[in-house]
DNA sequence: ACCTGAACACCGTTCAAGT
DNA sequence: ACCTGAACACCGTTCAAGT
């Protein structure tokens, strides 16, 4: 009781800490948070504003281990935002389990906005003008979180009591098993994408 | 007190109240979902197993909405996939807020199951294979989950106090004021993902 | 069979009290 | 400045008690 001679906590460990029990459970309450770090739960909030604020340290977290290139502007720009979209899917794919706790918010991330860029940058010197470039983004937020979402589903995705045809029974056939199967099917909608672009760009 | 004359609740009414909550408020309790059925929170557990199954029950009733073709093997397979596709997002973008509820959940409702296997058949006469047809419906679930999270997103996305380069604020500036703007991105990316997978089948 | 009220174990958050 | 314990208003769920 008292103040301890250096703090215990900071912005910092708690952010970790939080990560950490995302990672292991799917979730964090700040019981749980307080306990882990030793501490009442009620000193959580000498350093943080509340539990809102915790979800966007480790949206931060995630977003900020998003590689962004240097501009190259000899490379080709499928291939600028090929490697932008697998290190950005990468991040989230890390903490599966943090997906659904971020798509409650909005983005408002440093990193992100500088990602933004970076893409809208690259997709004017290919061509796209200003409202296809903002479509372009669109879509690409929507593929990256939806195919991070799709990793964090469970591996038998479907096996309800339902009916499956035989064509979708086959091709469910395919991907019982493979651990990578998300990976495998993020690289291949990916090309289809990109394919999809350059035909209009 | 005792039992009415005639029940007041049923699995029905508790869904329609919960879903009515759920586009008002963007959420719903326990407490708040009796309190709308005019009944005590321990009545509800007398139709409904826990609040789990409420929310499956909100996503039978999206999922239901989704029109499925008749086959009609003589028509083009892009337009049979790209009707059903918008009628899928058109379907989870009428309750937006309810989104980031299911993304909790395995899919798990029959008339999904129906939905993919009508995918399955067009994809297979479309001349895709089983591992294909596997990343293609997957690649489709990414893009209609995303593009309906994108509606439930708002409507400034981005506005943080970070620095926004002249080609991404050009393509932001298109977007803002237009409530079309989640529709007509959306449509673009439809068109983008037939396109490039048509070149692939 | 179906509704109620009391009860339980939880949650996020506040705040006076300590050093 | 920073930690604590008690307290508050909430949540989902259970269960004996009623008819």
Known sequence: MGRPPSPLLSTER??????ELVAATGGFTMPDLA???HVSPSSLY????????IVELLR?????????PDDQPDRPW?????DLLRSYRRSFARYPRLIPLLTAY???SSHAMQMYNVLAVTLRRAGFG????LRVITLMDCFVLGSALDVAAPDEPWHSGEEVGPEFAAALATGIGKDDRADDAF??????LLRGLSAEA
């Not at 931060?60 to 962004?68: C, D, G, K, T």
């Not at 200003?130 to 470039?133: K, Q």
């Open 187 to 192: 690289e291949f909608g990916l090309a289809v």
């Open 130 to 133: 200003p409202a296809d470039t």
């Open 35 to 37: 306990r882990k770090l």
């Open 14 to 19: 708690i952010a970790s800490a939080a990560m």
């Open 106 to 108: 909005p983005v408002n």
């Open 46 to 53: 000498n350093h943080v504003a509340g539990r809102d604020q």
């Open 78 to 82: 499928t291939a600028v935002v090929a």
């Open 60 to 68: 931060e977290r995630a977003m900020s281990e998003v590689q962004l």
